[in-house]
């Protein structure tokens, strides 16, 4: 098969033939339809992720068609049209017995802990407790989506932070996962305020339901949490960081009213020195999103499925499979493109 395949970290990929999957015992194979060209990708390329030995395929968003399965598979079929969260729990473990697998101590992830989704078919393990079925007339590129962006932000906003209709949620960050963290705060009924540097991105921000924009470009730290504060009447109740930096964490933190949650999804190279004076003195909560346990899938796609959240429409590209290396390079760029890049696979 055709895989986006690198020997080295932060080296551009190439696209070689590699050899087709096999199925785990408990696990499948999965022919991809379609995935998502994300920063996590970006951070595993170079060498930020310890669970990514090399030579190594990247990928964890994807929707496709089962190829093959295990012998110990029950509730799935070859034929049948799924998506996965991107960390597959084992299903045994105390965090999985306890409804929290998407912190599973024996997690798998796509694309970092073995072979991920830019390929023509990828491995999916324990497929019982982790495949989502997915509906054949759902657009593949909401389907690949929603199995990081979508739910690692639907996750922190509604089952961490508990996100009212009517509060003010500010979003650091318009890549794919603050746009995501929009949508989803506009569809909840929320007033969104969405803050990065890039005139596009935050068109796009305003297009999935912003209520207000703040182009940061050329504003110091405290004049943009001063910006965001005035627009929210004193601070907003929930704040995202979706970008991964200690500046633009402290200033979510910072831009909270009292009693306000953070809740952070951007990765950082490392850990970040917090204001943790603000967090004391306001009563502030901190949360993290490590995506969602598929179990929590149907109310995301009735989400979907009403109308009220429409992931494709954040599709900026698609793009095939020869034209992902460039592409996955080109988010080192000061201001990648706005939206979401889909990578969409055919086979002959």
């Not at 999916?124 to 509906?135: E, F, G, K, S, Y």
């Not at 964490?249 to 204001?275: F, K, M, N, W, Y």
């Amino acid at each position: 098969m055709k895989a986006v395949w690198f020997d080295q970290f932060g080296v551009l990929p190439v696209v070689r033939d590699v050899a087709d999957p096999e199925p785990s015992a408990a696990g499948v194979v999965v022919r991809v339809e379609a995935t998502g060209l994300c920063r996590s990708d970006w951070h595993g390329w170079l060498g930020h992720d310890p669970d990514i030995a090399l030579p190594h395929v990247p990928g964890h968003e994807l929707v496709g068609v089962i190829d093959a399965v295990g012998p110990l598979v029950t509730r799935f079929a070859v034929g049948q049209r799924v998506t996965v969260p991107f960390v597959c729990a084992c299903g045994d473990c105390p965090e999985c017995a306890g409804g929290n697998a998407q912190v599973c101590r024996n997690q798998t992830q796509p694309g970092f802990t073995h072979w991920g989704s830019y390929a023509e078919r990828v491995a999916l393990h324990n497929a019982d407790v982790n495949l989502i079925a997915v509906p054949d007339d759902l657009d593949a590129g909401a389907a690949a989506l929603l199995g990081c962006r979508f739910a690692t932000s639907y996750r922190g906003l509604v089952h961490q932070a508990k996100l009212a209709a009517g509060e003010t949620l500010v979003v650091i960050g318009c890549g794919g996962v603050g746009l995501s963290a929009v949508m989803i705060g506009a569809a909840l009924g929320a007033r969104v305020i969405a803050v990065d540097i890039s005139v596009d991105a935050l068109a796009s921000a305003a297009r999935a339901g912003a209520t207000f924009t703040v182009n940061s470009s050329g504003m110091t730290d405290p004049e943009v949490v001063e910006r965001v504060r005035l627009l929210s009447d004193g601070g907003a109740q929930v704040s995202v960081e979706a970008l991964g930096r200690e500046s633009t964490v402290a200033i979510a933190i910072r831009s909270l009213a009292t009693r306000g949650r953070h809740v952070q999804i951007g990765l950082l190279a490392e850990d970040p020195v917090l204001p943790l004076g603000v967090v004391i003195g306001r009563e502030l909560a901190v949360l993290g999103s490590h995506g969602m346990p598929a179990s929590d899938y149907p109310e995301l796609l009735a989400l979907v499925a009403s109308g009220r959240l429409r992931p494709q429409d954040l599709i900026s590209q698609r793009i095939g499979l020869a034209d992902a290396p460039a592409a996955l390079a080109a988010m080192s760029a000061p201001l990648p493109a706005a939206g979401v890049t889909l990578i969409a696979l055919t086979l002959p």
